[in-house]
């Protein structure tokens, strides 16, 4: 059925019913949800018979509050205050490449596993975004040809214990023989992390551990100045940059281009910048991948810590 099919049905007598999760953006969805000819109806998560007061409290701590936008978009269902888009879709659907070889491995805990044979020799980068219990682990790997980075596999774990997810790395390791490995260090990421440059010299310096909630150090200005960068905003901008210059190749994979275009950010009473928690991990892991192909190839490269870039608290 066409759209004058679709637009004609309606006319002609015919319901629409149109279901969303609110996520802050003022869009479409949110304009068809204030039309007052429209029957409105509100499902919070409260409503779900196996929704307990111990599963709010979780909820409240992995979204930051029952105030935050995530809390309010996903468990109370309702739009928030105002947020802005972090990705222009535009930029990113430019990116987007038919044919590109790409593999799509999803994997439990008890799925067998074995890297790719018969790679071809090049400049490859591995993001990690690591999660267990809760949420998934998304693994990405990316391949330098310039002035693109293309990325050509993507691995999706559940339920997969850490012991194992190191396990993935190192056969990955194996088969890519990454120039660099960015992992998000939140607890389960540092404990890998570690335990991956426990292995020997080569892995440290190989693996580089990024605190989002840190700070990255830069080339420092003209006058001498230092120059630091909040991490997780820095690697954001490398995204949103490298998809205005179309530098990044993304094969066709609806459930990135689902997170790209519903991935928001406020701004708090200080005027900082802070990015919805959520369905962003994939997001995560190319977050990670871009900075550490960064880190790789600035120019003048400078020599890293121990754990990739200089983190630091504030």
Known sequence: MDLLDLFGFLLLGGRRWVYGVPNGLRNTFHRMTQMKDAEQYNWPSSLNPSFTAEKDAELTLLYG???SPGYVHRVLGLHGSPAHAVFNLDDYLECVRDGVAFEDILLG???????????????????????????????????????????????????????RQQAIIQELDRAYDFRVVGIDCGNSGRAVAHNLMALGPEWCEKVRAFEFGGSVELEPFPDGTPHRRPTKAFMTELLQRGMADRALVFPRLAEREQQYAAHTYSTNANGQIVYEKGNDHLIDADRCAVLAHFLDTRDPPTAPPPLGVRVEGF
Request: hydrophobic share 35%.
């Open 109 to 163: 805990e008890g799925d067998a596993f074995a890297a790719p044979f018969g790679v071809a020799k090049g400049a490859y980068y591995l993001g990690c975004d690591l999660g267990y219990a809760r949420d998934p682990s998304e693994y990405v790997v990316y391949r330098s040809e310039p002035p693109h980075l293309v990325n050509v596999l993507r691995v999706h774990l559940r339920g997969v214990n850490y012991a």
């Open 65 to 67: 509050g029952k105030d």
